[in-house]
């Protein structure tokens, strides 16, 4: 099972993917796509499809996940997200994946065990589940690959259901 981890933005997207090898993940790829502010959303909202396209057909995976959108105040950053989102899902359905959301407290407790849990302590985790030297950076790549691992962690919970 691969899959692509998507922690949406228009300034910067964090992507990730990962591949369950049995009872291990492993660490595919990870990093961000980052969009001028000074060019227009359109163009902005363009190159983050094509780049999630690219790593679509890059990486072949079989799932993506992306984190759910969340805002309090600002409708405005909101709404701008949401079109991220939106290009990010339109690159999905061209490619047959399909996709699964995921609210920030789950991803915590999937990665951490608390949903509360800071950024440091989610990245700690990160570094420790994928056997990677040290805590991923960005913070949006790190974001991206703690998606990917709550959508794993999720695979195997259900499957344990069963």
Same mark, same amino acid.
């Given at each position: 099972?691969?899959?692509?981890?998507?922690?949406?933005?228009?300034?910067?997207?964090?992507?990730?993917?990962?591949?369950? $090898?049995?009872?291990?993940?492993? %660490?595919?790829?990870?990093?961000?796509?980052?969009?001028?502010? *000074?060019?227009?959303?359109?163009?902005?909202?363009?190159?983050? %499809?094509?780049? @999630?396209? $690219?790593?679509?057909? $890059? %990486?072949?995976?079989?799932?993506?996940?992306?984190?759910?959108?969340?805002?309090?105040?600002?409708?405005?950053?909101?709404?701008?997200?949401?079109?991220?989102?939106? @290009?990010?899902?339109?690159?999905?359905?061209?490619?047959?994946?399909?996709?699964?959301?995921?609210?920030?407290? $789950? *991803?915590?407790?999937?990665?951490?065990?608390?949903?509360? #849990?800071?950024?440091?302590? *989610?990245?700690?985790?990160? #570094?420790?589940?994928?056997?990677?030297?040290?805590?991923?950076?960005?913070?949006?790549?790190?974001?991206?690959?703690?998606?990917?691992?709550? %959508?794993?962690?999720?695979?195997?919970?259900?499957?344990?259901?069963?």
């Amino acid at each position: 099972m691969r899959i692509l981890g998507i922690d949406p933005g228009t300034a910067t997207t964090g992507y990730a993917v990962i591949q369950r $090898e049995g009872g291990n993940l492993v %660490h595919i790829c990870s990093g961000v796509i980052r969009t001028s502010a *000074v060019s227009p959303m359109p163009d902005r909202l363009a190159a983050i %499809h094509d780049r @999630v396209l $690219e790593l679509i057909s $890059e %990486h072949s995976p079989d799932v993506l996940a992306t984190e759910r959108l969340f805002f309090s105040n600002n409708v405005n950053t909101a709404f701008q997200v949401g079109g991220a989102i939106g @290009v990010v899902l339109l690159a999905a359905a061209k490619c047959g994946l399909a996709w699964s959301e995921y609210r920030p407290n $789950e *991803v915590k407790m999937a990665v951490v065990g608390y949903g509360a #849990a800071d950024k440091k302590q *989610v990245q700690y985790m990160v #570094a420790r589940l994928l056997n990677l030297k040290a805590a991923p950076k960005p913070d949006d790549a790190a974001d991206a690959l703690a998606i990917a691992i709550c %959508h794993a962690n999720s695979l195997r919970m259900g499957a344990a259901a069963d």
